[in-house]
């Protein structure tokens, strides 16, 4: 991997189209550079085209892969570190974690957790603070923002509003 920055989602098992079509869409969003997940459940859901939702509205999955893997650890180089996303006793809180450069976010499934062979891999093992736990895309959506907003690359003003808004927003602020 010859980029000095790069970021994945893997997906244990994930069994709604419409939490992968949100989390496709957050993977946009933040620039992640590809999707994984394991288990069958997503496409067996995901070919019953009634049962799917439209929730990658920026159209994520023409620029990102989304890919069927046996195992998500797998899936990356070595160089790239493996953090766990659940809720599970001695996780770091989010607020507290350093992001690593390369990285592989894994999240557990809408009904389940990450296996316990899974997190003893793990280089470190975060949770969002929550009462509560919170929607697998949603929580995509957080982690991903919590890695923009702590990184040096992080870009804000008037350039990044007109480059992400929506076609139909020309709405400014009076100064």
């Known amino acids: 991997?010859?980029?000095?920055?790069?970021?994945?989602?893997?997906?244990?098992n994930?069994?709604?189209?419409?939490?992968?079509?949100?989390v496709m869409r957050a993977a946009g969003c933040y620039e992640a550079d590809d999707v994984f997940y394991t288990g069958r459940r997503y496409p067996l859901a995901a070919?019953?085209?009634n049962s799917q939702y439209?929730?990658?509205t920026q159209a994520a999955s023409?620029?990102?892969?989304?890919?069927?893997?046996?195992?998500l650890i797998d899936s990356v180089e070595v160089d790239v570190s493996i953090v766990c996303v659940d809720l599970v006793e001695g996780a770091i809180p989010l607020p507290?974690?350093?992001?690593?450069?390369k990285v592989l976010y894994i999240f557990?499934?809408?009904?389940?957790?990450?296996?316990?062979?899974?997190?003893?891999r793990a280089d470190a093992v975060v949770y969002v603070p929550t009462v509560g736990c919170m929607n697998l895309a949603a929580s995509v959506n957080v982690l991903l923002y919590d890695r923009l907003a702590k990184s040096d690359l992080s870009i804000a003003g008037d350039d990044l509003i007109r480059n992400s808004r929506d076609n139909n927003n020309r709405v400014k602020v009076k100064r």
Do not use: W
């Open 47 to 49: 070919s019953n085209g």
């Open 14 to 22: 994930p069994k709604s189209p419409t939490n992968v079509g949100g």
């Open 96 to 101: 507290d974690f350093q992001h690593p450069q």
């Open 62 to 71: 023409e620029t990102i892969a989304l890919t069927g893997v046996e195992s």
């Open 1 to 12: 991997m010859s980029s000095e920055r790069y970021s994945a989602i893997g997906l244990v």
């Open 108 to 120: 557990g499934p809408e009904d389940g957790t990450i296996s316990q062979q899974v997190i003893n």
């Open 54 to 56: 439209n929730t990658d």
